[in-house]
């Protein structure tokens, strides 16, 4: 089973980017999930999905972080990642990444089936 | 957006306790509905995926049922490692969407 690691500066400016990797273990990139999704969850609050990345390249990312989401993937490394843009305080949070599967039934869509620990981002000048 | 509300938000139970949560989407999800456990600095887990499907390797006294807009998620003898925060989340539309969580406390 694939093993997933986040890693990135647990501090960033207001204003600035925030940028965090996803490190798989354990299988290949392209062929060990259907997608790769970011979620993140501020102190004391709910769990919020960022974004999701294909296999293929393809992405589609929570309209309520407007256009300020980039996630990719690089295969050579085997790692996701995830750029925020022009960040806020509300944008502390752990963030998670996972595997999301697709279940190929129609009686189930998908599912994240593995996470990593998480990481923790706090947003001060 | 869907909607995802999870009630309560916290409970006191025992050990051994049959504990229920309920999870209500704010539209028709049919059966694309998945509970997860979140423990402080542990990895989330995956409990049931597609309303009553148990994700391999998790114990038996989870389950899960429901359809369309209303699922509960059930342990039906609590143990000591089962104190933790649930959400339940629906897989039918992005963005995905989370419940609020149950807290699971002593």
């Known amino acids: 089973q694939v093993q997933l690691q986040e890693s990135g500066p647990g501090l960033v400016r207001p204003s600035q980017t925030l940028s965090l990797t996803c490190t798989v273990s354990g299988g290949s990139i392209r062929t060990a999930s259907d997608y790769w999704s970011w979620i993140r969850q501020p102190a004391g609050e709910g769990l919020e999905w960022i974004g999701r990345?294909?296999?293929?390249?393809?992405?589609n990312h929570n309209p309520s972080l407007k256009s300020r989401v980039t996630i990719s993937v690089d295969t050579s490394k085997n790692q996701i990642s995830l750029k925020l843009s022009s960040v806020t305080a509300a944008d502390t949070a752990v963030y998670y990444c996972a595997s999301l599967r697709e279940c190929g039934s129609t009686s189930c869509n998908n599912y994240m089936d593995v996470w990593g620990k998480g990481t923790t981002v706090t947003v001060s000048s | 957006d869907i909607q995802m509300t999870q009630s309560p938000s916290s409970l006191s139970a025992s050990v051994g306790d049959r504990v229920t949560i309920t999870c209500r989407a704010s539209q028709s999800i049919g059966s694309y509905l998945n509970w997860y456990q979140l423990k402080p600095g542990n990895a989330p887990k995956l409990l049931i995926f597609a309303a009553s499907i148990l994700q391999r390797g998790v114990p038996s006294r989870f389950s899960g049922d429901g359809s369309g807009t209303g699922f509960t998620l059930t342990i039906s003898s609590l143990q000591p490692e089962d104190f933790a925060t649930y959400y339940c989340q629906q897989s039918h539309t992005t963005p995905l969407t989370f419940g609020g969580g149950t807290k699971v406390e002593v």
């Open positions: 990345i294909h296999s293929s390249g393809s992405t």
